[in-house]
């Protein structure tokens, strides 16, 4: 099993920056792909970034690539989110999620099986 807690959202201007981590439990964190997720008042939870075991493959849907960052330190059972130029529609709970099977690729939301409790970021214009 994997525990995680989001931390380092907040309230920001449109076309600020900040980053998220996502502190994991256990010594298995290394075998998990791991995914970063947002929800928004009336809609649907939706993937925004997610990344291999190693760190060496990501995915970004359209609506944030080039904005966001993943990244992980396998180390420190860390996980991250660098977002930059925040728009007012970034504005979610956001949170990191770990899939039911170790050592799986998905991007799938149905997928994730262990999330933490989330962290909002707001984002004025």
């Known amino acids: 099993q994997v525990q995680l807690v989001e931390s380092g959202g907040g309230l920001v201007q449109a076309g600020g920056s900040l980053r998220l981590s996502c502190a994991a439990s256990?010594?298995?964190?290394?075998?998990?792909?791991m995914g970063w997720f947002r929800q928004a008042p009336g809609k649907e939870r939706e993937v925004v970034a997610v990344?291999?075991?190693?760190?060496?493959?990501?995915y970004y849907p359209d609506s944030v690539k080039g904005r966001f960052t993943i990244s992980r330190d396998n180390a420190k059972n860390t996980l991250y989110l660098e977002i930059n130029s925040l728009k007012p529609e970034d504005t979610a709970v956001y949170y990191c999620?770990?899939?039911?099977?170790?050592?799986?690729?998905?991007?799938?939301?149905?997928?994730?099986?262990?999330w933490g409790q989330g962290t909002q970021v707001t984002v004025s214009s």
């Open positions: 990344i291999n075991r190693s760190g060496g493959s990501t």
């Open positions: 999620a770990a899939p039911g099977r170790a050592m799986a690729w998905t991007i799938q939301t149905n997928d994730y099986t262990y």
């Open positions: 256990g010594r298995t964190f290394s075998l998990y792909t």
